[in-house]
């Protein structure tokens, strides 16, 4: 439970900056170099690997140096307990406004 | 779109600490005052309101001070781009998944 928290810490986290998150969206249509990720972004390739670093530590993505390239890729899977979190959020949500129908929805004399 | 990605910024940051994760969970299922927000987190009551502070400016909580109590309410919409966000990610993901299914899947002959 601690662990799970600390893991929705990290990844909430490292998908609250745009750069990250335009790399987590590169990476989701497939592999990519660092210099690939760095292209689009207008950003020094240091700057690229800190934020690489964050998003590593999140679980989000991968990378593994092969010769002189590192080769990023997606951990898809890391982003199921932040999906799930919203999810639940939205159903205890949803579960309350439909208790609120049935109460409304109950004849007068009932309530 | 600039806006869209500082309300990300903002939603995905405010998610990133346990303790506004749990006063979110809290209001999903209703209404509360500071106090009760503060109840289970074994925090001051400033303490809680600089989180909420920061759930406010992400337009995931509104708060509305009536005499000398102030009730929190949860603005579920406001969670809304962020799952689709990170549903997006899943979508391309997992379509890139189908293609590569779809090559796998066809006759030696036409690889």
Redesign the interface.
Known sequence: MLNQ?AT???V??A????SR?AM??RL???PASVSELAQPLDMTLAGVVQHLQVLEASGLVRSEKIGRVRTCR?E?SA?TP??E???A??S??EH?LDRLGDFLAEPEQRK
Do not use: H, T
Request: proline residues 7%; without cysteine; aromatic residues 10%.
């Open positions: 928290g929705l810490d990290r909430f986290q998908l609250a900056d745009p998150r987590v969206e989701s249509r497939g997606i898809p982003l932040a999906e979190w919203i999810g959020r939205r205890s949500w309350r």
